[in-house]
């Protein structure tokens, strides 16, 4: 206490060091409070950021604790929630201690002589104060606060730039913000909030450092935030030589760079004394570091990426030079693109096309943007006409002449030989940095083109004060100025009008790129492929705010020692995914460089989409990197081969980590089934980092979770973030926005997207007219989402790629869009476009602006995301008429291909189905060869979805198509008649059209035995044998496959694969039949067999496991431990298909159903209803929302549903399952019987007694017709009906009541009789599901097994 009170003598605020928000506090009570706690040295905030110490709050909330103070709680633990009387009483404490500072207590006489003396002194001025005017003196400035630093961390070697946001900010000479040790400086103030400075080149420990302001020239600084310097030298592997050599490198860069700024502060030095003394002292540009030679390891490609880009600036006054940049910009450089496309260049424009803006004016620094964009170019275009343009002059608007002033002195401090031409344009300056070549590095290409006085005469009289000079003395130095470029040595054309200007530039860029890129020395198909990810991966790393905290978690991942499944990066489209993946690699690449990193963007080139080709790069790379051999792998083996090779590759890494980045994997394609990851490891080795991007696609962000990923969801941007982005992104476009125009951006909610704002900063900087930029960033936020944003770029290509409206834009987009899975630009798009009057000339251009939104795969161009792909539909597509058109078009362009090709497949029938033309859809599915080729492990969902949409919507009966197809089938066809024959009956089979397919089945046994094919033949009958166990015909499949059993011993042996197939299924069969005995031994030689010939982790293993488990969970009542035995089984058999199939095929829906039952049994609920809503999604997506697999779950549910007295819902799935069997089996079937006993007994105990008993007397007519009325299938029917309908018995007396009943009449009372049976018995489960292909080769079926009851 007395320490406190000394500190208080002392002039320290007794709140000093405390943060207040002030929450939800009436005005007159936060006034009074701000006063007091800016009195007593404290500071307060706006909002609760993670600054805040106290939370100052009204004393009947904290009392409540309000839902509002236990999420700011929630946020920030650390922070007190205090009263208002917390303030006030400390701050009355420390007045009354105030006025007794003059008279100091005893303990403060120990001090030390100097601190006594202080302490006397201080307390004489106290003292000799009057106490009332100490209270009542004005507060001073608040000290500023620091609350966001953007980005929060940096290389330890400095020379770089960041944004600094926080409170009370004062722009001007005393404003000051230091990095711990360090000071800012070049600052570039944006108002009170927010400031960009740069951190110089120095060299500082690593570590955290605080970061403060100041407004009084450094004497008080106010509360930090915290900063980190990262080691830019240091290697993970302290005992390693690497790092030694890397750190040394570092501190010989950190040499070189404060060499460099000695350099020029040097020149700064002579520059102002050759201003004072008129005496010019020769000048030396600093000479740029020397780079390293690359060693052998280093130098993967011939060329890197740097060196093939051509980046051009255009340089030439603004008022009189629109239509030639419009030129250029619209016609010159998309032709030009498509010709270093095929050189694999990349080729982009600098076109600072705004003039000044408020922004630069206030800043004056647009003169420096354009130096250094020129600096940074590798070819110059200079563009004169008789205008001079912006500069320091005496004649006409002198109004810029501050400005431009301003403008030169802050260029001069980096380009010091501005000095020497302060009286001239900043045209004649970019040009004079060139021709003077006052530029660093090597002499840059240039072209200029000086346009014909008498081009005026074509001018419109009231515009032609803008091409003419603004007065003589411009005019000499205009005139000056084109003599020298004359005399330069560069090349110069005179032209007449615009577009003779853009044919000549066309033609001398064209020969520079044919000159320096010649046509036979291009990339190889590998190096091709290593520039598109590369090229990639730098765009996405210009523009970046770093978030600390996900590159935080990605660097824990990748510490991890103990890791096997790869870290998932997930978020909404555009949310930045693909961009904090680029951005982490390339600092951990510069932390670690004794990595092995691989990263693979999807869908930045057409063989990028094709996981076989991901793999094969990623085992290419690994190897080049690590100088062992890559695998001898194909596409077709790659998959199998990839985990043991890489799990070998890991032990050539020593001392090495390796990470593997795959960008994109939603963008996959899906023709190989490549989403369901079955190519993907389920595991790593541990020094093996796999970290992968996608959007929430279900199926893929199921899949992860499974194998137990570490997941990452990337959130929205802050207002802060979305400021300084806007910042970020235009200051590498070399634009500027007002303060006004920047709020208005960040602050709309839409903006929180990053796609959002980076498509609506993209538009804006290519915008041209400047004095309608307002405007247009009001259009563009009032788009309320990113797809209607696109909206207004469809619209704007419109204008400027169209203009004389032929609808080039339109139909470029609405064929894309209209195509299922897109069009193949040459061979599809282009010849769709000329046949719509569109030449490739017309397309072109327009093509090479828009190509970021399409993705490649396979060649096959679509849009890069879904809202593109809505915007065109909104804009073009929306009128069902227009959209028709479009699919008629397509339909006639695939018809025309010959032959069955993969295309035709995926894009005529969809066309035929878009435009309601079901004969022609029936003519071309029925067709023998199309179906041939259809019915595949990948594609045969496609043909059962067009199967039955022919069905629905015509008359046609599609197994009497088929029949009379296969009567007129001839031989000179590549197809065997009895396969086909088979392959149409096993198509009908998994649609579940039991009685065409069992028609169909005896017509391929009859051709394999006319042709004496033994074992095809059995192959048909143990499918018919199915084909009896679905239609309960059980005696008769048993006696089939028992008759195939001895078939398959004879022909092929007792141990053979297809032996335990029969067997496995005619196991399912006694299950059925209620024979445990003769199931146990069925299955458990099945399993046997399989085991030994095949493993234990095959897929035909596992549906034997499948029918085991199915024949423990029968087995139930028999024995406590069956279920668990059942659970077992069933995992068991889960985990094989898994694997094999991936988490979304319709075989792991059959074990998820099943599991289902179990858990179900077991009372775990949860559990249950999991599975059978899994199997449920399964189902819909790949069978069809009406096959009777669908149903089957289905019933499952409401049985579920019905334990848990969900009675609606229940009833609501019940009759929909009734729907699909009656639709399958027949109204008359005994399974749709099953359904309505079923159905019936649910309605009773909802109380809906005359539904019920209408279900249940419907079940007892189909089975009196089926059976007969002494069925025991009817009898219990009958039964249940009966036992619904008695009255209620009266409840049984309880024994309480027994025992009073003896006691009063003194004899004993029998007890109560035991409960009743069941209302009926359990009847066998309905029959299995039809058999389902499992993954490639021969169609596999799961035989026999029973589904659940």
């Known amino acids: 206490m007395m320490a406190s009170r000394c500190a208080a003598a002392a002039g320290e605020g007794v709140l000093h060091g405390m943060v207040f928000f002030l929450h939800d506090l009436p005005a007159p009570s936060k006034r009074q409070l701000g006063q007091l706690v800016a009195e007593h040295g404290g500071a307060t905030l706006s909002m609760p950021c993670r600054q805040v110490t106290h939370v100052v709050a009204r004393a009947e909330e904290i009392k409540a604790k309000s839902f509002k103070l236990q999420s700011l709680l929630y946020k920030n633990p650390a922070v007190q929630i205090v009263p208002e009387s917390f303030v006030l009483e400390r701050t009355r404490n420390a007045t009354k201690v105030s006025r007794r500072a003059a008279s100091p207590p005893p303990s403060c006489t120990a001090m030390t002589p100097a601190v006594a003396a202080a302490g006397d002194a201080l307390a004489a001025v106290v003292a000799a104060a009057p106490t009332n005017e100490v209270a009542q003196r004005p507060a001073p400035h608040p000290l500023p606060i620091v609350t966001l630093v953007l980005p929060a961390t940096g290389p330890n070697t400095g020379d770089f730039r960041v944004a600094v946001f926080g409170l009370h900010f004062v722009p001007g000479a005393g404003a000051k913000i230091r990095f711990g040790p360090v000071a800012a400086y070049d600052y570039e103030w944006h108002s009170d909030t927010s400031v960009i400075c740069s951190v110089p080149a120095c060299v500082v420990p690593p570590g955290k450092v605080a970061v403060q302001a100041s407004n009084d020239n450094g004497r008080h600084y106010g509360l930090p935030v915290d900063f980190v310097f990262y080691d830019a030298g240091a290697a993970r592997f302290s005992h390693s030589v690497e790092q030694k050599v890397t750190v040394l490198r570092g501190q010989l860069q950190n040499v070189g760079r404060a060499i460099t700024n000695i350099q020029r502060m040097e020149i700064d030095l002579r520059t102002q004394i050759a201003q004072l003394t008129n005496i010019k002292s020769e000048l030396e540009l600093p000479q740029p570091e020397p780079v390293a030679e690359k060693s052998k390891e280093e130098h993967v490609a011939r060329h890197t990426e740097f060196e093939r880009e051509i980046r051009v600036f255009i340089s030439s006054p603004f008022r009189d030079m629109k239509e030639e940049r419009e030129k250029i910009v619209k016609y010159v450089l998309p032709r030009l693109r498509k010709l270093c496309m095929s050189r694999d260049v990349q080729i982009s424009y600098v076109d600072l096309r705004w003039g000044v803006t408020g922004a630069q004016a206030e800043q004056a620094t647009m003169l420096l943007m354009c130096l250094r964009e020129v600096e940074k170019s590798n070819v110059f275009v200079g563009l004169l006409g008789e205008r001079y343009g912006w500069s320091i002059t005496t004649e006409g608007d002198t109004s810029h002449n501050d400005l431009l002033t301003r403008s030169l002195e802050i260029a001069a401090r980096e380009f010091p030989w501005v000095n020497e031409y302060r009286d001239r344009s900043v045209s004649e300056l970019e040009m004079r940095m060139i021709m003077n070549h006052l530029h660093v590095g090597n002499a840059k290409p240039a072209w200029f083109y000086l346009r014909d006085p008498y081009y005026i005469d074509e001018v419109k009289k009231e515009e032609r004060h803008l091409y003419t000079s603004e007065g003589p003395i411009t005019g000499r130095k205009l005139v000056a100025l084109k003599t020298d470029i004359t005399r330069s040595g560069y090349k110069m054309k005179e032209y007449f009008r615009p577009p003779q200007m853009a044919d000549f530039l066309f033609e001398d860029l064209q020969a520079y790129i044919n000159d320096k890129y010649p046509e036979g020395v291009a990339l190889s198909e590998n190096e091709r492929e290593e520039l598109r990810h590369q090229l990639l991966s730098r765009n996405l790393s210009r523009v970046y705010l770093i978030n600390e905290n996900n590159f935080l978690e990605l660097d824990k991942f990748v510490m991890n020692t103990t890791k096997e499944v790869p870290f998932l990066i997930t978020g909404e489209p555009g949310s930045g995914k693909s961009a904090l993946m ?99 490891p389920s595991s790593f080795p541990h020094n093996v980092s796999v970290i992968v991007t996608t959007t929430p696609v279900q199926r893929i962000v199921h899949t992860m979770k499974k194998r137990n990923c570490r997941t990452l969801e990337l959130a929205l941007l802050e207002e802060g973030e979305r400021k300084a982005f806007v910042r970020v992104f235009l200051n590498q476009r070399a634009k500027k926005l007002t303060d006004a125009q920047e709020f208005r951006i960040a602050s709309t909610p839409q903006t929180a997207n990053p796609r959002f704002l980076q498509t609506l900063l993209e538009d804006i900087s290519v915008f041209g007219e400047h004095e309608a930029l307002d405007k247009r960033i009001s259009q563009c936020l009032d788009a309320k989402n990113t797809a209607k944003l696109y909206e207004l770029l469809l619209r704007r290509l419109e204008h400027d790629y169209d203009p004389d409206r032929r609808g080039v834009v339109k139909l470029f987009m609405s064929f894309v869009r209209c195509a299922r899975r897109g069009l193949n630009l040459d061979t599809e798009l282009a010849v769709l476009l000329e046949q719509s009057g569109v030449n490739a000339d017309d397309w072109t251009p327009l093509f090479i602006v828009v190509e970021e939104l399409f993705v490649s795969m396979g060649g096959v161009l679509s849009f890069a995301n879904d809202d593109i792909a809505a915007a065109v539909t909104s804009v073009y597509t929306w009128e069902q008429g227009t959209k028709t058109s479009f699919h008629e078009k397509l339909a006639s362009f695939f018809s025309r291909i010959e032959g069955v090709s993969d295309r035709k497949l995926e894009e005529l029938p969809y066309q035929f189905e878009q435009t ?148 496995n299924m005619l196991g399912s069969i006694y299950v059925d039949k209620e024979n445990s005995q003769g199931a146990h031994a069925a299955l458990e030689k099945a399993l046997h067999i399989c085991e030994s010939q095949l493993g234990a982790d095959h897929t035909t293993t596992a549906d034997v496991l499948y029918n085991l488990g199915c024949l423990y969970h029968f087995e139930r009542d028999l024995l406590a431990g069956n279920l668990d035995k059942a659970e077992a089984f069933l995992k068991r058999a889960l985990k094989i298909k898994e694997q094999a199939f991936g988490y979304y095929h319709p075989d792991v829906a059959w074990v998820l159903n099943k599991l289902g039952c179990v858990y179900m049994e077991q009372d775990q609920f949860n559990d249950a209803e999991d599975c059978f809503t899994m199997a449920l999604e399964i189902r819909e997506v790949s069978l069809g929302p009406k096959h009777v697999t669908v149903a089957q779950t289905l019933e499952n549910i409401v049985t579920l549903f019905a334990a848990q007295e969900e009675y609606q819902k229940a009833e609501e799935l019940g009759q929909r399952a009734l729907a699909i069997v009656s639709d399958t089996f027949g109204t008359g079937s005994f399974q749709v019987s099953q359904m309505l006993l079923r159905l019936g007994a649910l309605r009773f105990v909802m109380e809906k007694k005359d539904e019920g008993t209408s279900d249940l007397k419907s079940a007892i007519d189909i089975r009196t017709k089926l059976h007969g009325a002494d069925h025991p299938a009817t009898l219990e029917a009958v039964r249940a009906l009966q036992e619904l309908l008695a009255p209620p018995k009266p409840e049984p007396p309880s024994i309480r009541q027994l025992r009073e009943q003896e006691a009063a009449t003194g004899a004993a009372v029998a007890p109560p009789p035991p409960p009743p049976p069941p209302m009926w018995s359990r009847s066998p489960p309905p029959p299995p599901p039809p058999p389902l292909a499992a993954g490639g080769g021969p169609l596999k079926i799961t035989p026999g097994a029973a589904p659940p009851p």
């Open 916 to 1063: 309601n033309s079901w004969d022609k859809l029936r003519e071309f599915i029925v067709d023998v060869d199309v179906f041939a080729t259809f019915f595949t492990p990948t594609t045969k969902f496609d043909l059962f979805h067009y199967l039955r949409l022919v069905e629905a919507n015509t008359n046609c009966d599609l197994v009497q198509a088929f029949i009379e197809k296969l009567a007129h089938f001839t031989t000179a066809s590549d197809h065997v008649p009895a396969d086909l024959c088979y392959k149409v009956g096993k198509c009908f089979d998994e649609m579940s059209k039991i009685t065409g397919a069992e028609r169909i089945y005896f017509k391929a046994l009859e051709l394999y035995e006319a042709t004496s094919m033994p074992l095809e033949a059995a192959k048909v009958k143990r499918d018919l044998a199915h084909l009896f166990h679905v239609t309960r015909r059980t005696d008769k499949a048993e006696s089939t496959l028992k008759e195939l059993v001895i078939t398959y011993e004879k022909e092929k042996g007792p141990d053979d694969v297809e032996v335990a197939t029969t067997l």
């Open 582 to 680: 680029a951005n982490w690699i390339a600092r951990h690449k510069e932390h670690h460089p004794e990595d092995v990193v691989v990263s693979h963007y999807i869908g930045c080139s057409p063989a990028s989409t094709s996981y076989t080709a991901l793999l094969l790069r990623v085992t290419r790379l690994i190897s080049e990197q690590l100088a062992i051999p890559a695998p001898e792998a194909t596409p077709a083996t790659i998959a199998a081969l990839f985990p043991s090779w890489l799990a070998n590759a890991v032990c050539s890494a020593v001392n090495k980590g390796i990470v593997i980045a795959i960008d994109g994997l939603n963008k996959l394609d899906e023709r190989d089934n490549a989403l369901d990851l079955v190519w993907f």
